[in-house]
């Protein structure tokens, strides 16, 4: 099958899809995007258009469809120990925050692929060793949900892990492996994953000492940040350490924490 051309109006149609389905805003500088991670599902489908696939999704006939649509518009590539700062606060404040008898617990609010959350934990091993501590991943797609659950990675995600942490909580792939590593089992069932939509109702997860909520306000609407922050803050215990992505900032989107470093805030 010969490509097929997404024209103006079906794009326009997809970042409407999107925007309704996890409030993420889609620049017009995204359109070749969009019709790269669709095409094979055209071509699964047989179908000569965009616009057609849209009527697919729109139906009520695809419910499934409509999950794979969502996962392919909203993966994004990320690693372990991205913005290392955050990670030496999450040490600094469970060492002084956690409690006996009760568990230091931690959400990755978008966590992708799960090297965020695999960062979290090898941290809050080190750190707290036999004190208790829990940590709640969450994502939009199930895609990377299964990704992230796999642990298994290309050896170039894990290029800002510090070597002891490689040495003590991942496997080396060997053989037709090589150039991979895998999560420690001991670490993966530390990590409770599970699929959550920001942009609507949280389900039961909990109240949490610290949570990272990193490089996905860039995608949303200033009114859906302010929405899915309120929810996320909800969750936030007083005291509790709130990190997002160093390119982003809650200038007129919440004041319900304070700020104690760049790209890092505390509950009152």
Not at 86 to 103: C, I, M, Q, V, Y
Not at 187 to 202: I, K, Y
Not at 209 to 237: G, H
């Amino acid at each position: 099958m010969s490509a097929i051309d997404i024209t103006d109006q079906e794009f326009g149609q997809f970042q409407r899809f999107i925007f309704a389905a996890a409030g993420i805003s889609m620049s017009d500088g995204k359109k070749a995007l969009v019709s790269g991670r669709l095409a094979k599902r055209l071509q699964q489908h047989g179908l000569g258009s965009y616009g057609a696939y849209f009527r697919l999704l729109t139906s009520g006939s695809a419910p499934q469809e409509v999950q794979t649509a969502v996962d392919l518009l909203t993966t994004n590539e990320t690693y372990f120990f991205r913005e290392t700062v955050h990670f030496d606060a999450l040490r600094a404040h469970a060492l002084k925050t956690s409690e006996p008898g009760r568990p230091y617990r931690v959400w990755s609010a978008a966590c992708s692929s799960g090297e965020e959350a695999y960062s979290m934990a090898m941290v809050l091993d080190d750190a707290l060793g036999r004190r208790p501590w829990e940590i709640v991943a969450t994502d939009i797609s199930t895609q990377v949900l299964r990704r992230a659950q796999a642990a298994h990675y290309p050896d170039e995600r894990a290029r800002h892990t510090p070597p002891e942490y490689l040495r003590r909580y991942c496997l080396k792939g060997h053989g037709e492996q090589q150039g991979t590593l895998l999560v420690a089992a001991a670490l993966r069932e530390r990590v409770r994953f599970a699929q959550v939509n920001l942009n609507q109702s949280l389900p039961s997860l909990g109240t949490f000492d610290a949570v990272f909520l990193r490089n996905v306000m860039i995608y949303f609407s200033p009114e859906t940040k302010r929405q899915v922050v309120a929810r996320v803050l909800s969750l936030l215990r007083p005291g509790g350490l709130f990190c997002i992505g160093r390119s982003e900032s809650l200038n007129d989107i919440s004041d319900a924490v304070q700020p104690v470093a760049p790209s890092m805030f505390r509950k009152p």
